[in-house]
């Protein structure tokens, strides 16, 4: 449990820089033959895309042809290629993958790992590239507190 909660700290720590204008896309690998696929398609998938979290992203789905073969640099479209350049040939599905101006920042497994990991890090993803309310009247030496005496 702890090493579980240190490593989606590790994810959450890399997923976090994203500028306001920084491309975030969220790719979803499965196979028609996976029940983990199909029961995260038919509940999670809509939920997701209908979101502000899914609506601020572009998502992607990569299919794969059966659970017995890798998911392979054939799978992808031309212009999603770098994705397997960077991650390979993968046999794990269903696999969550966020990208943050063409780069992979984080990769998870099955249902519960995007649950407890990829939801938490696309969310914290997504608020780091927010502008942050206020910022811009922090004077330039930092922030100043001032207390009322009593």
């Known amino acids: 449990m702890l090493a579980r909660a240190f490593a989606a700290f590790l994810l959450l720590a890399s997923a976090l820089p994203a500028r306001s204008e920084s491309r975030i896309e969220m790719f979803y690998l499965g196979t028609p033959d996976c ?71 984080v990769s998870v497994l099955g249902t519960g790992g995007y649950n407890e990991i990829f939801l938490p890090a696309l969310r914290a993803t997504l608020a780091s590239r927010a502008p942050t309310p206020g910022r811009a009247s922090i004077p330039k030496g930092g922030v100043h507190v001032q207390t009322r005496a009593s």
Do not use: M
Request: glycine fraction near 8%; include cysteine; aromatic fraction near 12%.
């Open 35 to 105: 029940p983990y696929c199909q029961h995260w398609e038919a509940r999670a998938r809509q939920e997701l895309l209908a979101s502000p979290e899914g609506k601020a992203i572009r998502y992607v789905e990569i299919r794969g042809e059966t659970l017995r073969q890798p998911i392979t640099a054939h799978h992808y479209p031309p212009e999603y290629r770098w994705v397997y350049d960077q991650i390979g040939p993968s046999r794990g599905v269903p696999r969550f993958l966020l990208a943050v101006d063409g780069r992979i920042t």
